[in-house]
Structure formats: C-alpha cells, structure tokens
C-alpha cells in the first residue's frame, strides 16, 4: 500500500524477545494477523499464511470455496495462526471516485500544500489517517497486554504503516514527510524490548527479477506489472527509507516575531 493508491501493500510486524524464525511454527509461537479490509491485503494476508498451510494442497478437493475458506481458517487457527480485519488500518482515502488526470493535478496541488495536511476531495489527509491509526494502536496495545498471541503482524498500506510509526516513535511532521513509503510487500520489523517497549528492528524488501516473456504470446496476453516479475529472496536493512533529497521540503519558522 502507498499513499498514491498504486495498490501496493506492505506488513508491519511485532514480536516478542523470541525469533521471528519460530513464529506459528510449532515452536509454541502463536501469531496474530490484523488485516486491512480491502481485498488487495486480503489476498496478502492469504498468500502469507498460505506458508504454513496451502488450501489447495490441504482442501483442495472441496469444490464449495466457502466451505474450504472455513476448514482452511479453523486448520490454522489449531496451528496458532488468528487474525481479524480492522478498518481503522485501511489505505488513505483519496475520494470516492478517482479520475486519473484530477489525480495528477491535486497530487501537484498536495505537494505544494503539504502531504501530511493536504485532504483530497471526499477523502482524507494524512493528518486524517493518523487520527484513525492513533485510536488503532490503543486496541492494538491493549491487546499486547492481554497476551493474546506472541506475535502480532499488520497487512496494511504504506501511508498506515508511516503513520504508526510516526505516532509510536514521536516522530515530527517533518520526519513524516522524510519517510519514504514502503514498496510493495515490504515488512518493517518490531521487537519487543523486554521492558514494555517496542523498538525499530529494520526492514526486508523483496529481491525482483524480471521475468521472461514468450514470443509467441499476444501483446495483451503478456505480463505486465508485478505479473512481469519473480521474487528471488530480500534484504535486510536496519535503517527506513527516506525521499529524495530534492522531495524534502524544508520550513523557516522564525525564533521571535522579529526574527
């Protein structure tokens, strides 16, 4: 997920002083997914638990889909694996209907008011999300203190997840505005601290390689998109991401009003 609405999805996720190697994995790890709604993350979210059980492999002989979502969950759910769709971590909302030339326009209009401030027509600012992902990460504490599972793994979007982190860490807008999204499927790691914190583990981001085509197929039979490309492994980096030097825009404030 990125703030642009490309449809890109990202993971944030949180564990306890044990190895993230370990998690739902048999080793007494549980692991609790809190997904956003929307269909791309939940496609996300299937993909990701689909390590440590395949449906097709598993249920694949029952025709009723329904059904083998069902058994298919309740498999997991012995395995330690729960989760549960929140809202609150949804994509930015950039109005109800998006016409790709507006887009274009307010998103010059956007950076030249202020990302963080800028609230698109019938939708929302990133100040707007913060306030939702701020009453989010309250339930989402609440639920640590509950013991509710070992690990915890956000499927959300790239604005949710600068957003969160903002809000945890106490970053100031101008340290928002330095982050840069999240690519696609990129997790941002979290650990336990031992002391009732939470601390910034780093980052993996896929490694891409570039497909081949076939010759013989049409042109709108080829692959394009994320279609086009394998995943070959990631990298680990223990530092976020930030914009482009020439993307930062820097404020004066002065110290007095005579300054």
Same mark, same amino acid.
């Given at each position: 997920?990125?703030?642009?609405?490309?449809?890109?999805?990202?993971?944030?996720?949180?564990?306890?002083?044990?190895?993230?190697?370990?998690?739902?994995?048999?080793?007494?790890?549980?692991?609790?997914?809190?997904?956003?709604?929307?269909?791309?993350?939940?496609?996300?979210?299937?993909?990701?638990?689909?390590?440590? /059980?395949?449906? $097709?492999?598993?249920?694949?002989?029952?025709?009723?889909?329904?059904?083998?979502?069902?058994?298919?969950?309740?498999?997991?759910?012995?395995?330690?694996?729960?989760?549960?769709?929140?809202? &609150?971590?949804?994509?930015? #909302?950039?109005?109800?209907?998006?016409?790709?030339? $507006?887009? %274009?326009?307010? %998103? %010059?209009? &956007?950076?030249?008011?202020?990302?963080?401030?800028?609230?698109?027509?019938?939708? $929302?600012?990133?100040?707007?999300v913060y306030d939702r992902v701020s009453t989010f990460l309250d339930s989402l504490w609440r639920s640590f203190d509950s013991n509710r599972s070992h690990n915890y793994v956000l499927v959300t979007h790239g604005i949710s997840i600068r957003v969160l982190l903002a809000r945890y860490f106490r970053y100031s807008v101008d340290q928002f505005n330095m982050m840069a999204n999240p690519?696609? /499927?990129?997790?941002?790691?979290?650990?336990?601290?031992?002391?009732?914190?939470?601390? =910034?583990?780093? &980052? /993996?981001?896929?490694?891409?390689?570039?497909?081949? $085509?076939?010759?013989?197929?049409?042109?709108?039979?080829? =692959?394009?998109?994320? #279609?086009?490309?394998?995943?070959?492994?990631?990298?680990?980096?223990?530092?976020?991401?930030?914009?482009?030097?020439?993307?930062? &825009?820097?404020?004066?404030?002065?110290? /007095?009003?005579?300054?």
């Amino acid at each position: 997920g990125d703030s642009d609405g490309s449809g890109h999805d990202s993971t944030s996720s949180h564990s306890d002083a044990s190895s993230h190697s370990n998690s739902g994995s048999g080793h007494g790890q549980s692991v609790h997914f809190i997904v956003s709604p929307y269909v791309r993350t939940m496609e996300t979210f299937h993909g990701l638990v689909s390590a440590w /059980c395949d449906p $097709e492999k598993e249920f694949g002989d029952v025709e009723d889909l329904e059904m083998r979502k069902t058994l298919w969950y309740n498999r997991l759910a012995k395995m330690g694996i729960t989760w549960h769709e929140d809202p &609150r971590i949804r994509e930015q #909302d950039f109005g109800n209907y998006q016409d790709p030339d $507006e887009m %274009k326009n307010l %998103k %010059k209009e &956007r950076y030249k008011f202020g990302v963080f401030y800028y609230r698109f027509p019938n939708g $929302e600012s990133a100040s707007d999300v913060y306030d939702r992902v701020s009453t989010f990460l309250d339930s989402l504490w609440r639920s640590f203190d509950s013991n509710r599972s070992h690990n915890y793994v956000l499927v959300t979007h790239g604005i949710s997840i600068r957003v969160l982190l903002a809000r945890y860490f106490r970053y100031s807008v101008d340290q928002f505005n330095m982050m840069a999204n999240p690519k696609n /499927c990129e997790m941002v790691l979290l650990g336990h601290d031992g002391c009732g914190k939470l601390q =910034l583990e780093g &980052r /993996c981001q896929l490694d891409l390689e570039k497909k081949q $085509e076939t010759p013989n197929k049409k042109k709108e039979e080829q =692959l394009d998109g994320l #279609d086009s490309v394998a995943v070959t492994g990631y990298k680990f980096y223990k530092k976020l991401r930030v914009v482009p030097k020439h993307h930062m &825009r820097s404020r004066t404030i002065r110290l /007095c009003h005579s300054g």
